[in-house]
């Protein structure tokens, strides 16, 4: 009895070790940082604590957002990531430029398709092009009219160089047949200040952005550059119906890790991500932003890369877009 007792406690000390270790490899067992290569405030920023947010009350884990601000198109914070651990504590959550601005700058030190685990896509939105409501055009067809009449007068911005909206305006100049010059800000802050003032005259910009300038009076909207007009502007036409060809540009945002991610973070990741941007209460939220959740896994969200890579890189050949 002593001895089968004994083997008893034998049995369950060796045992342990491998409980312990078991229990130091559970992902997550720590706060997973969400890094966003901007400044608070903006609209990454505010899709990344949604994110957040959402993520802690579903999982019962602790993600919190980690601002690290820093060079065009926020190639800092995703150069940090690149860089760190590939454990599932360290993820990128950023927007659509984030594959435009390596297109447009030989300097960027990642590689957005190989050097990244591609997690899931998280959301999208299409942008609002405004102008100011002194010019008397009401459509993107009279606008382009005026500014063939006297371009001279007329100048056009991007609150981010190589953005959705930079390369919207582009992709309209062209279309036009118009070479107005952009003015590039550090931010729509900015930006909007100046259209406001009637220093530029068009701008797309995120909706959220814009949309409460436009209600105030202060701006005209022209148009949005989705395919079908956006609940948050019904009475604002496609660019389609106002006079130009066809047209989709959005405003996406999706979630990276370093490559190689470890195979027990990725499974974890993609299933709460799914749970989350798949839920009625993401979504809801999502609504303030002017967004619509856009879940992607990650085989989608590495394929839809590559593909947006593709159709970004003929835009930037095509406009002469590089860095200044």
Do not use: C
């Not at 070790?17 to 505010?46: F, K, L, N, T």
């Not at 651990?85 to 030190?109: C, E, K, Q, R």
């Not at 019904?234 to 990276?256: C, F, K, N, Q, R």
């Amino acid at each position: 009895m002593m001895k089968r007792f004994g083997s008893t406690l034998l049995a369950l000390s060796m045992a342990l070790p491998a409980a312990g270790v078991a229990m130091a490899d559970e992902y997550p067992s720590r706060p997973v940082a969400i890094v966003v290569p901007y400044p608070p405030g903006g609209a990454v920023d505010g899709v990344a604590r949604v994110l957040a947010a959402e993520l802690s009350a579903k999982t019962g884990k602790t993600f919190v957002v980690d601002n690290r601000a820093g060079g065009a198109g926020g190639v800092v914070g995703s150069s940090e990531v690149v860089k760190s651990a590939a454990d599932g504590y360290t993820l990128l959550l950023n927007a659509s430029i984030h594959v435009v601005t390596p297109l447009i700058n030989t300097n960027v030190p990642f590689d957005v398709v190989n050097d990244f685990t591609h997690i899931s896509g998280i959301a999208a939105g299409p942008l609002l092009i405004s102008t100011n409501p002194s010019v008397k055009a009401n459509t993107l067809k009279e606008f382009f009219a005026e500014v063939k009449a006297d371009p001279d007068a007329f100048n056009f911005a991007t609150s981010g160089y190589g953005s959705a909206g930079h390369l919207t305006v582009e992709v309209l100049k062209a279309q036009a047949g118009v070479d107005t010059e952009v003015v590039t800000y550090k931010g729509a802050g900015p930006a909007l200040t100046d259209m406001i003032g009637g220093q530029v005259q068009l701008i797309a910009d995120p909706i959220l952005s814009s949309l409460p300038h436009v209600k105030a009076g202060r701006l005209k909207a022209l148009a949005v550059t989705s395919l079908t007009r956006s609940p948050l502007a019904p009475d604002v036409p496609t660019i389609a119906e106002s006079g130009m060809a066809p047209l989709e540009m959005l405003s996406w945002y999706g979630v990276w890790a370093p490559k190689d991610l470890d195979p027990k973070a990725l499974d974890f990741l993609s299933k709460a991500m799914e749970q989350v941007v798949t839920s009625g209460e993401f979504k809801d939220k999502l609504t303030v932003f002017g967004f619509e959740p856009m879940y992607k896994n990650s085989a989608d969200l590495k394929t839809f890369v590559v593909d947006e890579t593709k159709r970004y890189d003929e835009i930037v050949k095509a406009a002469g877009i590089k860095v200044e």
